[in-house]
């Protein structure tokens, strides 16, 4: 071995490498198992602060995420509640309200929202968000609120065709809310509606102001009664789709309707 380091000759250092070769790859895996014991041994406490340097540093990180996910979620309903105010005069919003729970085995899909009595909430006052009509608040307790969407058959309201200006009234049923839609009845005869017209509510109730968007409208069919028409309505708002909603707490001309919608 002496002889092949200082020996020029090529040929017999290859053959001594090609002897040892598998003993030195034995060799540095055990120095290198060693190695690494002996280091987890004498430098366990480091790698143990340096562990929990890092845990602490990974839980700043996930406040901070939180932190700023709660802060855009409330810039997006912010922004939701300016679209809201801009898009009706005179209408006053409750502040954001979480869906905190649903009623059991309820077609309509109704829900809980965790604003009340203490939040200005009253009965029957409309519920929104920025694409359309929910429903309305149908019991009001200090903290919470049950809202009930336009799917229920509990449910009349008096809308009209933005494009046509026909009028007409809107309530559910257990049939139609199966396939999450609503009927619209008392349509004229001689009415101009067709597929994908948006119906809006009409506000003559004084329940709900004029102009909110409530559905797009689907087939017109003659009633039984053969003297109107009756439209098949897909309300924009899905109610089992929703985690943020507001209540409608006032708005100019409120109970000085005529019109009967419960």
């Known amino acids: 071995m002496i002889y092949a380091a200082v020996s020029s000759s ?3 250092s290859s053959a001594i490498g090609t002897v040892f070769a598998p003993v030195q790859k034995f060799s540095n895996r055990i120095s290198d198992a060693v190695t690494g014991t002996l280091d987890m041994l004498f430098n366990a406490r480091d790698y143990y602060e340096e562990n929990q340097e890092l845990k602490n540093e990974l839980a700043e990180l996930y406040a901070k995420i939180s932190d700023y996910t709660e802060i855009s979620q409330e810039n997006d309903h912010l922004r939701e509640m300016i679209d809201l105010a801009d898009s009706a005069d005179g209408v006053e ?3 954001p309200c979480t869906v905190i729970g649903r009623t059991a085995n309820d077609i309509y899909g109704s829900f809980f929202i965790d604003k009340g009595e203490k939040d200005g909430i009253e009965y029957y006052d409309p519920v929104v968000t920025s694409s359309g009509l929910v429903g309305f608040v149908t019991e009001v ?3 919470y609120s049950l809202v009930t969407p336009l799917l229920s058959n509990e449910i009349s309201l008096g809308v009209y065709c933005v494009r046509t ?6 309530e559910g049923s257990y049939e139609l809310a199966l396939d999450g839609t609503v009927r619209m009845v008392y349509i004229p ?8 017209d948006i119906v809006i509510t009409s506000g003559y109730s ?3 102001p004029k102009g909110i ?6 087939s017109i069919t003659i009633a039984p009664s053969g003297l109107t028409r009756v439209g098949i309505i897909k309300p924009t708002v899905d109610p089992f789709d929703l985690k943020t909603v507001f209540v ?8 000085a309707g005529y019109e009967t919608e419960n």
């Not at 005869?189 to 994908?196: F, V, Y």
């Not at 968007?213 to 689907?218: Q, R, Y």
């Not at 409608?248 to 109970?255: A, M, Q, V």
């Open 10 to 12: 090529n040929a017999i």
């Open 93 to 95: 919003l409750s502040e």
């Open 141 to 143: 307790e200090y903290t």
């Open 165 to 170: 200006g026909e009028t007409g009234v809107i």
């Open 189 to 196: 005869l001689e009415c101009e509606m067709t597929d994908g």
């Open 206 to 208: 004084g329940n709900v």
């Open 213 to 218: 968007v409530v559905g797009t409208a689907g």
């Open 248 to 255: 409608i707490t006032d708005f100019d001309g409120k109970g």
